[in-house]
C-alpha cells in the first residue's frame, strides 16, 4: 500500500512539471526550421526570428547593423528567408533608405522606408516576398509635393493627411533587433 501512494504522490507532483517542459513547445518547433540556416551563418552576421503575416516565424539575416542609441542592433537592409516546399530560401531583400528608418515589422508586414516614402512587403503562402504597399511623396520643379499609393498594381493619389497616416504604419511597427545567438533573437 506504500508504494501506491509513494508512486502516486510521484506521478502527481511530476505532472505540473513535465506540462510547463510542454509550455511553448509549439513556438519553439515554429522556429526550429531555421537551426540549420542559422548554423551555416557567417561569422558577421546577425539574425532575428520574427512573427508577422504568415503562419510561421520569419528569419531575417544582415550583416550590416547599427545601435539604435537603446543598444539594440538594428539594420536599414536585411535578407528575408522563409520555407518553401519543406526548404528555407532567401525570398528577397528589404531595404530602408538611411539609418533614421531601421526594417520593422508588425502582423501584416515589414516595414522598409525613407525620408519620402514607405513600403510594407508580405510574404506570401507560397513563399513568395511582395510589395504589399507602397507609399510616396513627390516633388515637382516648383517643389509641390503630391503624394502615392501603389498597391495591388493600382497606383492612387493621396491627400497629404491620407499619406502621413499611411506612414504611420511604420512609425507604430516593431523594429527588428538582430543578434549573433540565440538569446535575444526571438522577438
Known amino acids: 500500500m506504500f508504494k501506491v501512494k509513494k508512486a ?14 510542454a509550455c511553448g513547445k509549439e ?3 515554429d522556429t526550429d526550421v531555421y537551426e540549420e540556416t ?3 551563418l557567417e561569422d558577421n552576421e546577425l539574425f532575428v526570428i520574427i512573427n508577422t503575416n504568415t503562419p ?7 550583416s550590416q547593423v547599427y545601435d539604435d ?6 539594420t536599414i537592409a536585411c535578407d528575408v528567408y522563409y520555407p518553401v516546399d519543406n526548404e528555407v530560401k532567401n525570398i528577397g531583400t528589404i531595404e530602408s533608405m ?3 528608418y531601421p526594417v520593422s515589422y508588425d502582423e501584416t508586414g515589414i516595414y522598409a522606408a525613407s525620408g519620402h516614402g514607405m513600403q510594407r512587403f508580405e510574404v506570401e503562402k507560397s513563399g513568395t516576398l511582395k510589395l504589399a504597399e507602397g507609399i510616396y511623396e513627390q516633388f515637382d520643379e516648383n517643389g509641390n509635393a503630391t503624394y502615392t499609393m501603389e498597391k495591388e498594381d493600382e497606383t492612387t493619389t493621396l491627400s497629404e493627411e491620407e499619406y502621413y497616416a499611411a506612414f504611420e504604419k511604420y512609425s507604430n511597427a516593431a523594429v527588428a533587433g538582430f543578434s549573433y545567438g540565440a ?3 526571438a522577438e
Not at 502516486?8 to 517542459?21: A, D, E, K, R
Not at 542609441?69 to 538594428?74: E, L
Open 56 to 62: 510561421l516565424p520569419v528569419l531575417l539575416v544582415t
Open 38 to 40: 542559422i548554423g551555416g
Open 98 to 100: 538611411g539609418t533614421a
Open 27 to 29: 513556438n519553439e518547433d
Open 8 to 21: 502516486v504522490s510521484c506521478f502527481i507532483l511530476c505532472m505540473p512539471i513535465l506540462s510547463l517542459c
Open 183 to 185: 538569446s535575444d533573437s
Open 69 to 74: 542609441g537603446t543598444g539594440k542592433q538594428v
